[in-house]
Protein backbone atom coordinates (compact mmCIF):
# COMPACT_ATOMS: atom_id res chain seq x y z
CA UNK A 1 0.00 0.00 0.00
CA UNK A 2 1.17 3.75 -0.61
CA UNK A 3 0.20 6.55 1.29
CA UNK A 4 -3.36 7.89 0.17
CA UNK A 5 -3.92 4.75 -1.69
CA UNK A 6 -7.55 3.80 -1.99
CA UNK A 7 -8.64 0.71 -0.37
CA UNK A 8 -10.62 -1.77 -3.21
CA UNK A 9 -13.38 -2.43 -0.56
CA UNK A 10 -14.82 -0.87 2.89
CA UNK A 11 -13.14 -1.47 6.31
CA UNK A 12 -15.33 -2.20 9.38
CA UNK A 13 -13.45 -1.07 12.32
CA UNK A 14 -15.76 -1.50 14.94
CA UNK A 15 -15.77 -0.03 18.87
CA UNK A 16 -16.93 0.28 22.12
CA UNK A 17 -17.08 2.98 24.51
CA UNK A 18 -14.50 1.77 27.25
CA UNK A 19 -13.45 4.77 30.50
CA UNK A 20 -10.70 6.09 28.52
CA UNK A 21 -11.90 5.67 25.15
CA UNK A 22 -13.11 3.84 21.90
CA UNK A 23 -12.25 0.25 22.20
CA UNK A 24 -11.81 -1.68 19.31
CA UNK A 25 -13.50 -4.72 18.77
CA UNK A 26 -13.83 -7.56 16.56
CA UNK A 27 -16.29 -9.93 15.08
CA UNK A 28 -15.50 -12.27 17.38
CA UNK A 29 -15.71 -10.21 20.34
CA UNK A 30 -18.89 -8.41 19.40
CA UNK A 31 -20.69 -12.01 19.32
CA UNK A 32 -18.42 -13.99 22.45
CA UNK A 33 -19.56 -10.90 24.52
CA UNK A 34 -22.83 -11.27 23.29
CA UNK A 35 -23.08 -7.51 22.26
CA UNK A 36 -25.49 -8.13 19.83
CA UNK A 37 -26.43 -11.94 18.41
CA UNK A 38 -24.54 -12.62 15.65
CA UNK A 39 -27.22 -13.10 13.07
CA UNK A 40 -28.39 -9.31 13.81
CA UNK A 41 -24.54 -8.41 13.67
CA UNK A 42 -24.40 -9.75 10.18
CA UNK A 43 -27.10 -7.42 9.25
CA UNK A 44 -25.61 -4.76 10.91
CA UNK A 45 -22.28 -4.93 9.31
CA UNK A 46 -23.12 -5.10 5.90
CA UNK A 47 -26.17 -2.30 6.76
CA UNK A 48 -23.36 -0.25 7.61
CA UNK A 49 -20.38 -0.85 4.31
CA UNK A 50 -24.05 -0.29 1.73
CA UNK A 51 -24.35 2.91 3.93
CA UNK A 52 -20.41 3.95 3.58
CA UNK A 53 -20.56 3.12 -0.33
CA UNK A 54 -23.90 4.81 -0.71
CA UNK A 55 -22.47 7.86 1.14
CA UNK A 56 -19.55 7.88 -1.32
CA UNK A 57 -21.60 7.28 -4.73
CA UNK A 58 -23.11 10.72 -3.35
CA UNK A 59 -19.90 12.40 -2.00
CA UNK A 60 -18.18 11.59 -5.81
CA UNK A 61 -21.10 13.23 -7.54
CA UNK A 62 -20.37 16.72 -5.55
CA UNK A 63 -16.80 16.08 -6.56
CA UNK A 64 -15.87 15.22 -2.78
CA UNK A 65 -14.64 11.93 -1.82
CA UNK A 66 -15.98 10.32 1.61
CA UNK A 67 -12.98 8.33 2.95
CA UNK A 68 -14.33 7.78 6.90
CA UNK A 69 -17.29 7.98 8.71
CA UNK A 70 -18.45 6.56 12.29
CA UNK A 71 -22.00 4.91 12.40
CA UNK A 72 -23.24 4.99 15.82
CA UNK A 73 -25.19 1.98 16.82
CA UNK A 74 -26.84 1.42 20.47
CA UNK A 75 -27.86 -2.38 21.42
CA UNK A 76 -29.16 -2.12 24.94
Known sequence: MKKNQ???????TP???S???DKP???ADIIKEK?????LWKQLADTAIKLFKR???????RGLILVDTKIRI???
Open 15 to 17: TTK
Open 6 to 12: KLNNPVL
Open 35 to 39: IVPEE
Open 55 to 61: GQEIALK
Open 25 to 27: MST
Open 19 to 21: EEH
Open 74 to 76: WAG
